[in-house]
């Protein structure tokens, strides 16, 4: 699908006009705010007190401004617009939560850490994240740093940490909002602050938001899925804190949540119902005007009820409709709904840290000494059903898998910054991480009542991760950074412990071993009065990286899957002849080039643009292994771009139009050897519209994919187009917002 808008000759002249627009203009438009509001930042996810603008990483913060000139209704979608985040245009709303993945820099799944107020928000068995529990209107910023900082962060923190800052009351206000838009999407969200004393402080937020989705399936593919709806989400979040200051020296928070994901998931009989209830402390001790100690203790425990359904035609069995060379012929008045799985999962996850950190004069500038502790917990019991093949027995039990386990990380890590000039800024971090697996049970029951595997054994592993960056100022508008490091991802529950599938299943791999990252990259900012710019350079290589290969002879396959998928004999008959299997057995390398431009022009208009280059390919492959090596991997686009303008005509008046620019990329690389499937370049234009009818009510109006576009961002096989996976079509959204 090619784009009928020159996006980039459009990119390309806005961005020259950005970059060839002076100091002395930019004073000229007399607005300097912009620039004193961001060095007021402090980066908390840097676990320092370094300021936005020093720091040696790539980072963007997104402010309250940004959140309300988008016209994105919920935070994944929000930062699409950071450059360098690999969103798609589907919401998290709108799709399975075992599939939420936050990707950054070209790289895959569970490879960002993100943070709420510095604690983990992931699925501690997916390793995706939790988007539902953070609803936008309880966001004061986001603080988005690039490159690796498992120096500071530890496991996943491998391409980048996104930390979501809260709100905090400062006095006794309110605030409760409504929205209602297309795809029968409605939210509301009500925050109260009740400030006691100026020691004690509560706020209590709900919010709730309901859509009916859209068809992700193209129009004319949605015959091969009989009686297939939209999925239907519902979010809920409640959350009381406490802010309490006892004296000057001593400062805190309690915070105590419940969340709830209820959806329904395309079928009659789908559904995914995630109930999570979870508590977070922090209390800061000022221990003289130079050093502090923080410390920090979180806990959930979360329940996923998870139903998988399906339909079929029926004639005298089941009629297939998601195969090649499948035709409407097979089309017949009667539906057979049926279940495919049921999935029972708990996890547990309790976690800690502290922190030292102290500023010095002279070359030691600051130093930070920390632990940190986190344990999780999981089981995984699910029942699999096959096509029926008898209206007698429509629900056709295949298998059953158990899987259990723990894990351990424990974490000390140490943070120096060193000035040996006055322009010179180096940090040096290094960390080093235990990461114990224990309790671990992999199990699958057949239909015949036959179980394999068994009890697995315990494993540890070990990881030091150093990083070095410097930034050095030639002026105070002008600085270059440059940062080289090392890191790791662990591989999660879903890879270890997880056996799931009918006909050949996937089976998990207790044996696999930490992705490991070796990173670099260079930069250079200018900040001068209103006017920013941004570019940066980056290199990632990965080892180790996780896949999964689908095994088909008793003689190659390891010794698990013979376990789990033998009758007794050299076979895999229990797994119906063929099995997947996970494997460490490939290398890739991710590198590209970052560039964006702030401009304020004056008093009513304001111009940002970005761009990114991405090229990320695998660069080694076991044979079992199908990907190729040296091609751009599929579902990542080389080229993305951004350009938005901001109108504010008067006090009341806002207005933002943005266009974002896809660049055509591949789809399929496996199909057929040597040859690569793409999809044209898209650009999808948004906007929105706010009006102040009061210091204390707003309305406002947005669209998403103004004219309407139909694409797709997601990897699939070139001959099963039913496999495409289209992202949000034209959605309306109104809204009104009171203060009180």
């Known amino acids: 699908m090619k784009s009928n808008t020159p996006f980039p000759t459009l990119l390309t002249a806005a961005v020259t006009a950005l970059l060839v627009a002076t100091p002395a203009m930019a004073q000229q438009n007399g607005d300097e705010t912009s620039s004193a509001e961001l060095k007021a930042v402090v980066v908390s996810a840097s676990r320092s007190q370094a300021r936005v603008e020093a720091m040696p990483l790539n980072t963007t913060i997104v402010s309250q401004e940004d959140i309300q000139k988008s016209s994105a209704q919920t935070l994944d979608q929000l930062l699409r617009d950071v450059p360098g985040l690999n969103f798609t245009g589907v919401p998290a709303a709108q799709s399975d939560p075992t599939g939420h993945q936050t990707k950054m820099r070209g790289m895959g799944n569970a490879k960002v850490l993100v943070l709420l107020d510095g604690v983990p928000i992931h699925d501690p068995f997916y390793l995706t994240t939790q988007w539902f529990k953070v ?72 919010d709730k938001l309901n859509s009916r989705g859209y068809d992700t399936v193209p129009a004319d593919q949605l015959w091969r899925y009989p009686a297939r709806q939209p999925v239907n989400t519902q979010d809920t979040n409640l959350q009381l804190t406490t802010y309490f200051k006892p004296s000057g020296d001593l400062k805190g928070y309690v915070r105590i949540g419940q969340h709830v994901q209820d959806q329904d998931i395309s079928y009659v009989n789908g559904k995914n119902l995630q109930t999570d209830p979870d508590i977070s402390a922090s209390l800061t001790k000022t221990l003289d005007d130079k050093a502090s100690v923080t410390t920090t203790a979180w806990a959930q425990y979360l329940e996923f009820e998870k139903y998988n359904g399906a339909t079929c035609y029926w004639t005298s069995a089941c009629t297939s409709t998601t195969k090649v060379g499948d035709t409407t012929a097979s089309i017949t008045p009667n539906v057979v709904p049926y279940y495919t799985q049921y999935g029972s999962q708990r996890y547990r996850e309790q976690g800690a840290s502290a922190i030292y950190t102290t500023a010095m004069e002279g070359l030691l500038n600051s130093l930070q000494l920390g632990v940190d502790y986190r344990h999780l917990s999981a089981s995984d019991l699910e029942y699999f059903y096959a096509a029926p093949t008898s209206l007698a027995n429509v629900q056709k039990f295949n298998s059953s898998t158990l899987g259990r386990a723990e894990q351990t990380f424990t974490g000390v890590f140490a943070q120096t910054k060193l000035a040996p000039t006055d322009a010179l800024d180096i940090t040096l971090s290094a960390r080093f991480d235990s990461w114990d697996n224990t309790d671990r049970l992999n199990t699958r029951t057949t239909a015949a009542g036959v179980t394999s595997g068994g009890v697995q054994p315990s494993s540890n592993t070990t990881a030091l991760d150093p990083s070095l960056a410097a930034r050095y100022a030639f002026s105070d508008a002008l600085a270059v950074r440059g940062a080289a490091y090392k890191s790791f991802r662990a591989p999660g529950f879903n890879n270890t412990t997880r056996t799931y599938g009918a006909n050949t299943p996937t089976i998990a791999n207790p044996d696999l071993t930490p992705e ?31 896949a999964t290969f689908k095994v088909s002879s008793y003689a190659t396959a390891p010794a698990l899957v013979r376990s789990i998928c033998s009758s007794g004999g050299a076979d895999l008959t229990n797994c119906g002849g063929s099995a997947n299997f996970y494997t460490n057995d490939q290398d890739g390398q991710s590198s590209g080039l970052e560039l964006t431009a702030r401009w304020k022009a004056g008093t009513q208009w304001a111009f940002d643009a970005a761009y990114t280059r991405t090229n990320s390919t695998l660069t080694r492959k076991g044979s079992i292994v199908t990907d190729p090596v040296g091609v751009q991997l599929a579902g990542v686009p080389q080229d993305a771009a951004s350009l938005g303008v901001t109108w504010k005509p008067n006090a009341a008046w806002q207005s933002h139009l943005q266009a974002r620019y896809i660049g055509s990329m591949n789809i399929d690389t496996t199909s057929t050897a040597g040859v690569e499937y793409k999809q044209g370049d898209i650009t999808v234009w948004d906007a929105s519209l706010l009006y102040r009818l009061s210091k204390s009510v707003d309305v406002n109006a947005s669209v998403v994919n103004v004219l309407d576009t139909q694409y797709s961002e997601n990897a699939y096989a070139y001959n099963q187009p039913w496999s495409r996976t289209l992202s949000m079509p034209r959605t309306l959204t109104l809204g009104l917002k009171m203060r009180f």
């Open 135 to 206: 609803p936008l209107s309880t966001i004061e910023r986001v603080e988005v740093v690039r490159g690796g900082n498992s120096s500071l962060w530890g496991n996943m923190a491998v391409a980048g940490v996104i930390n979501i800052v809260s709100k905090r009351p400062t006095d006794n206000a309110g605030e409760a909002s409504f929205n209602a838009g297309s795809n029968g999407t409605l939210s509301a969200a009500l925050s109260k602050n009740i400030v006691l004393s100026d020691a004690l402080s509560v706020n209590l937020s709900i």
């Open 516 to 546: 490991n990252l070796f990173g670099r990259e260079l930069g250079i900012d200018y900040n001068q009065g209103p006017l920013s710019l941004s570019a940066t350079y980056f290199q990632y290589d990965i080892n180790n990286m996780i």
